[in-house]
T-cell receptor, first 114, second 111 residues
């Protein structure tokens, strides 16, 4: 079975450029989560969707970050404009339904903003 | 801010040794989860705990949900080289729709 699929695996960009990260959750999963991982702050939840609707976006750092889930099989996380402090590994995870269910993580996107 | 204290931050052990790590908090949790992350990959769920006092095993791994609901531990018996990685605890706070992660325990094994 295919797990959570993220693309790209690596992204190197210059400060000020727009970055779009993509995620395909596991088929049949109703909940999708975007996390950011850094050495300093560990794993932080950015936003959580349930049935394609954003439920909690309190972790989104600022207006430069936006996330969409146009359908049950696709989500994007966009950073515009990007800054060096956005450099991190961004993970997408999905679950059958909400927090009580087990979260399955993708392999992540390693983002470097120069 | 960080609501979970995971310790130790790192461990260096010999192959075959047992390993123990834990997470504590001043807050009450409804769920405790233990994940392992290999380099270049996302965390993978090892064990999920849903009730206070629950003790669950997965092969050589054993985890417990503390009676006070404020802590959890993970034990690995007879460690092998493939156990190397970063182990994370995660918990769902009572009354919160959110999973909070510990800072991780990096396990290194000398063969």
């Amino acid at each position: 079975d295919a797990g959570v699929i993220q693309s790209p695996r690596h992204e190197v960009t210059e400060m000020g450029q727009e970055v779009t990260l993509r995620c395909k959750p596991i088929s049949g999963h109703n909940s999708l989560f975007w996390y950011r991982q850094t050495m300093m702050r560990g794993l932080e939840l950015l936003i959580y969707f349930n049935n394609n609707v954003p439920i909690d976006d309190s972790g989104m750092p600022e207006d430069r970050f936006s996330a969409k889930m146009p359908n049950a099989s696709f989500s994007t996380l966009k950073i515009q404009p990007s800054e060096p402090r956005d450099s991190a590994v961004y993970f997408c995870a999905s679950s059958l339904d909400g927090w009580r269910e087990k979260l399955f993580f993708g392999s992540g996107t390693q983002l470097s903003v120069l | 801010g960080q609501q979970l204290n995971q310790s130790p931050q790192s461990m260096f052990i010999q192959e075959g040794e047992d390993v123990s790590m834990n997470c504590t908090s001043s807050s009450i949790f409804n769920t405790w989860l233990w994940y392992k992350q290999d380099p270049g990959e996302g965390p993978v769920l090892l064990i999920a705990l849903y009730k206070a006092g629950e003790l669950t095993s997965n092969g050589r791994l054993t985890a417990q949900f503390g009676i006070t609901r404020k802590d959890s531990f993970l034990n690995i018996s007879a460690s092998i080289p493939s156990d190397v990685g970063i182990y994370f605890c995660a918990g769902q706070l009572k009354g919160a729709q959110k999973l909070v992660f510990g800072q991780g325990t990096r396990l290194t094994i000398n063969p």
